[in-house]
C-alpha cells in the first residue's frame, strides 16, 4: 500500500498527558498537512510542511502543539498537556504540489481525552 | 475568511434515486473547488474538482458544475448506490497563491442509501 499511512489509528489518555501521532506521506510527495476533525465537522487547517520546512500554522495551533518533519519524510504531531476539548481525528494528507494540488489523506488517528 | 457551507444532512435515499448536495462558498478570489468522500473507516478520498468558472467535474457518475454567479458548486448523481453511502465533503483552495494552498472544508453531508 503506498498511500498516507498514520499511527496510531486509535489513542485514549487522560487529560494532562502528552501524546504524539506520526504520519507517513506518499514517499515522493513533497507537501504534508495537518488537520483536525471534530464530530459532525468537517477538517480544519492546523499546518503544514513542504519537505523539512513548517511554511504556515493555523491559529487553531496552540502553543501545546508541535509539529516536526525531520529530513522532510516523515511527519509528528505532539500535544503537551492534552485537554478534553483536544479530543478529535487528526488527519494528514499529502500532495506532490502540482498546480492543483490534489491531498491525498490518511486513515486520521482518533484522540481521546478523558 | 474563505468559508464553505454545505446543505445539512443526513440524507436517506433509495437505491437508483437522484442525488443533490448542496455546496455554496465564500472566498475573495477564484479559488478551486473539490468534494471528497469519506467511506466508513476510511480516510478522505477525491471525488471530483473543477478549477474555474463553468468547468464540470464528474467521476463515478458524480457530476458538479463550478458556478461562479452563484458561487455553488452543487453535487449529483443520476442514480444512486447502496455503496455510495458516506460523508460528503465540498472543499476549497487557492491554487496559486500563497505557500499552504489548504483546503477549507464544508461540514460535510452523511449519505445513506437504502436498497
Known amino acids: 500500500d503506498t498511500g498516507v499511512s498514520q499511527d496510531p489509528r486509535h489513542k485514549i489518555t487522560k487529560r494532562g498527558q502528552n501524546v504524539t501521532f506520526r504520519c507517513d506521506p506518499i514517499?515522493?510527495?513533497?507537501?504534508l498537512y495537518w488537520y483536525r476533525q471534530t464530530l459532525g465537522q468537517g477538517p480544519e487547517f492546523l499546518t503544514y510542511?513542504?519537505?523539512?520546512?513548517?511554511?504556515?500554522k493555523s491559529r487553531l495551533l496552540s502553543d501545546r502543539f508541535s509539529a516536526e518533519r525531520p529530513k522532510g519524510s516523515f511527519s509528528t504531531l505532539e500535544i503537551q498537556r492534552t485537554e478534553q476539548g483536544d479530543s478529535a481525528m487528526y488527519l494528514c494528507a499529502s500532495s506532490s504540489g502540482t498546480s492543483y494540488n490534489e491531498q491525498f489523506f490518511g486513515p486520521g488517528t482518533r484522540l481521546t481525552v478523558l | 475568511g474563505d468559508s464553505v457551507t454545505q446543505m445539512e444532512g443526513p440524507v436517506t435515499l433509495s437505491e437508483e434515486a437522484f442525488l443533490t448536495i448542496n455546496c455554496t462558498y465564500t472566498?475573495?478570489?477564484?479559488?478551486?473547488l473539490f468534494w471528497y468522500v469519506q467511506y466508513p473507516g476510511e480516510g478522505l478520498q477525491l471525488l471530483l474538482k473543477a478549477t474555474k468558472a463553468d468547468d464540470k467535474g464528474s467521476n463515478k457518475g458524480f457530476e458538479a458544475t463550478y458556478r461562479k454567479e452563484t458561487t455553488s458548486f452543487h453535487l449529483e448523481k443520476g442514480s444512486v448506490q447502496v455503496s455510495d453511502s458516506a460523508v460528503y465533503f465540498c472543499a476549497l483552495s487557492f491554487p496559486f497563491s500563497g505557500s499552504a494552498r489548504q483546503l477549507t472544508f464544508g461540514s460535510g453531508t452523511q449519505l445513506t442509501v437504502l436498497p
Open positions: 472566498a475573495t478570489g477564484y479559488p478551486s
Open positions: 510542511f513542504q519537505n523539512e520546512a513548517q511554511l504556515e
Open positions: 514517499s515522493e510527495h513533497n507537501r
